[in-house]
């Protein structure tokens, strides 16, 4: 576990933490409630206790993850594999 930790982020391990990390993340701003703070984006509050200021940073901080998620996990993980193919087939070389 702790080499999976460690691992340097432009490897195939980095990769793959780094995306399970963003998921992880998503899958807290959503357990937090966070999506229905992406309304300030057509001007309204998510509720009455939350002001527009308050709303739009946590609506910012929904939208940054969500799109982390849906661009750089599926690159990340595209990118581990084709590292580590490419590591193995050139090891088989030498």
């Known amino acids: 576990m702790k080499t999976w930790i460690?691992?340097?982020?432009?490897?195939p391990k980095g990769m793959?933490?780094?995306?399970?990390?963003?998921?992880?993340?998503?899958?807290?701003?959503?357990?937090l409630g966070l999506r229905e703070h992406t309304?300030?984006?057509?001007g309204t509050s998510a509720s009455i206790e939350t002001s527009l200021n308050t709303s739009a940073i946590l609506g910012v901080t929904y939208i940054?993850?969500?799109f982390g998620f849906v661009i750089l996990t599926p690159i990340l993980l595209i990118a581990a594999g084709i590292q580590a193919?490419?590591?193995?087939?050139?090891?088989?070389?030498?």
């Open 64 to 66: 940054a993850t969500y």
């Open 39 to 42: 309304s300030f984006l057509s």
């Open 6 to 11: 460690k691992a340097p982020v432009l490897s």
């Open 16 to 31: 793959i933490v780094r995306g399970i990390l963003i998921a992880i993340v998503l899958a807290v701003c959503q357990g």
């Open 85 to 94: 193919v490419l590591t193995l087939r050139l090891r088989k070389k030498v």
